[in-house]
C-alpha cells in the first residue's frame, strides 16, 4: 500500500526553523511535493524533488533522499503568516495520482 | 489566468439526494483531478483526466460517482444518493509538466454537507 508520515504537530516562534519530515512507502516514486493549506483555503503548491538533494525557493527549502524514502521541507525565517498545514505528496508519475500524507500542523507563536 | 475556478462553494443537501459540482481549470492546463479531503486528512485522489480521456480512477470512487470532462476543458462531479460519509470538501486541480514535476494547482474547494 501506500503510505506516507509526518508528524502531526510543530510549534516554532517568529524568525525560527522549521523542519518538517515526511517518510513515504509507495509503489511507484516519481517525486515528493510540498504542499501549503492555510484553515479554510486550498492546498497551494510549494516546492518540488525530483532528484536527490536540496531545492531553495526563497525562504523555503525541501531535501529528497530516495534511498532513505525521505524528504524534508525547511522553513527559515518563520513568520506569523507561516502559520498553516503542510503537505508532503508523492508523484507517481509524472502525471495522474499524487498521495498525500495526512499533513502538519504548523503553528508560528510571536 | 485566473485560476481553477470551482462552484458551487458551498452545498448542503439532503441524505439520498444528487449533487454536481462543475470545476473549470487553468486554460492552458490539459490535466485536470479531483480530491476529496476531510477534516486532519490530507486530499485523497479521486480521478485524474488527460484532456477529455478519464484515464484513471480511484478504487474510493464508488458507483455513486462520476466524472466527466466532456470537451476536455472543463469537468463534473456527480455524486448520486449522497450519504452522511460524502461530506467533505471536494478539491479541483489541473496541472502542466514542467520544470517542477507535475505541479498541481488546486481550486478553492467546494464544500459538501450531507445532513
Known amino acids: 500500500g501506500q503510505s506516507l508520515e509526518q508528524p502531526s504537530e510543530v510549534t516554532a516562534v517568529e524568525g525560527a526553523i522549521v523542519q518538517i519530515n515526511c517518510t513515504y512507502q509507495?509503489?511507484?516514486?516519481?517525486?515528493l511535493s510540498w504542499y501549503q493549506q492555510h484553515d479554510g483555503g486550498a492546498p497551494t503548491f510549494l516546492s518540488y524533488?525530483?532528484?536527490?538533494g536540496l531545492e531553495e525557493t526563497g525562504r523555503f527549502s525541501s531535501f529528497l533522499s530516495r534511498s532513505d524514502s525521505y524528504g524534508y521541507l525547511l522553513l527559515q525565517e518563520l513568520q506569523m503568516k507561516d502559520s498553516a498545514s503542510y503537505f508532503c505528496?508523492?508523484?507517481?508519475?509524472?502525471?495522474?495520482?499524487?498521495?498525500f500524507g495526512d499533513g502538519t500542523t504548523l503553528t508560528v507563536k510571536p | 489566468d485566473t485560476g481553477v475556478s470551482q462552484n458551487p462553494r458551498h452545498k448542503i443537501t439532503k441524505r439520498g439526494q444528487n449533487v454536481t459540482f462543475r470545476c473549470d481549470p487553468i486554460?492552458?492546463?490539459?490535466?485536470l483531478y479531483w480530491y476529496r479531503q476531510t477534516l486532519g486528512q490530507g486530499p485523497e485522489f479521486l480521478t485524474y483526466?488527460?484532456?477529455?480521456?478519464?484515464?484513471?480512477k480511484s478504487r474510493l470512487l464508488s458507483d455513486r460517482f462520476s466524472a466527466e470532462r466532456p470537451k476536455g476543458s472543463f469537468s463534473t462531479l456527480e455524486i448520486q444518493r449522497t450519504e452522511q460519509g460524502d461530506s467533505a470538501m471536494y478539491l479541483c486541480?489541473?496541472?502542466?509538466?514542467?520544470?517542477?514535476?507535475?505541479?498541481?494547482?488546486f481550486g478553492e474547494g467546494s464544500w459538501l454537507t450531507v445532513v
Open positions: 486541480a489541473s496541472s502542466s509538466f514542467g520544470k517542477s514535476g507535475n505541479t498541481i494547482y
Open positions: 509507495t509503489s511507484g516514486f516519481y517525486g
Open positions: 524533488n525530483g532528484l536527490d
Open positions: 505528496a508523492v508523484d507517481h508519475t509524472n502525471a495522474g495520482k499524487s498521495t
Open positions: 486554460s492552458e492546463h490539459n490535466r
Open positions: 483526466f488527460q484532456n477529455e480521456a478519464q484515464l484513471e
